[in-house]
């Protein structure tokens, strides 16, 4: 059995796109999408697209997903959420059709599969017990325990902090899957994972990033011309993103 793990597409169809064509080759059993699916610049196409897939599918909620059901629902973000993160994500859940927000509202914040070779793989969007805890490849050891305390599958794949990574807790290996939509990491494209009978493998798709970037400066997207240029045609670094990611997590 192959399992390919797509996360934080975050609306970058292109970047989808890229990733499906490649896997008629791979051919996996199952796909499973890990959330932050639609929050970006083409979310009724992405989630079109993923609905039209003749492998199957099970996808679980990010925390982008559930801010956009809020969203639609007309009711109130969190005090925290930053004003611009508000503006994008209004205008995410205004180009869903009322199924595709019925969709995302039913989503599970975890599933747990079986590769036969591999045992049972925990599958969550941030962490087993939040859609928007953050960790890191250098997260202290200490706090990683507390994180995943009580744990029992031999795998966690996790996502939210697009980078693609390891850690271990115990038994229980902890896999970062990247991002196909918004990846930090060395090179432009889109970063995923595929899980087999031998183990783990990160995976690197690239795609026509100049044609990307004009299909999302077309969308309208209240940020697409950022978006284009830093998630792209450009792509932040690991180690520049670890920083951030760190820095807010002591402040959490």
Known sequence: M???????????????????AELDTVQPDIIVIGGDIVSGPLPRHTL??????????QAIRGNADREVVTAFDG????????????????????QLEPAQRDFLAQL???????????????FCHATP????????????????????SGVTEQIVVCGHTHMQFERQVGATRIVNAGSVGMPYAEYPGA????????????????????????QVRASGYPQAEEFAAENIIKVPTAAEAT???ERMAERN
């Open 129 to 148: 017990r939040s859609d928007e805890e953050i960790f890191t490849q250098i997260t202290p050891q200490e706090r990683l325990d507390s994180i995943f």
């Open 191 to 214: 970063y995923w994972l595929l899980l087999g009978p031998e183990g783990h493998e990160f995976r690197r798709t690239a795609y026509d990033t100049q044609a990307a970037a004009q």
């Open 75 to 94: 009711q109130p973000f969190a005090a925290t959420m930053p004003e611009d993160v508000r503006d994008i994500t209004r205008w995410t859940a205004q």
């Open 2 to 20: 192959k399992i390919a793990a797509l996360y934080d597409i975050h609306g970058n169809l292109p970047a989808l796109n890229a990733v499906l």
């Open 243 to 245: 920083a951030v990611f």
């Open 108 to 122: 599970p914040q975890r599933i747990v599969l079986q590769i036969e070779e591999l045992g049972d793989i925990l």
């Open 48 to 57: 079109e697209r993923l609905g039209q897939l003749d492998i199957p599918v």
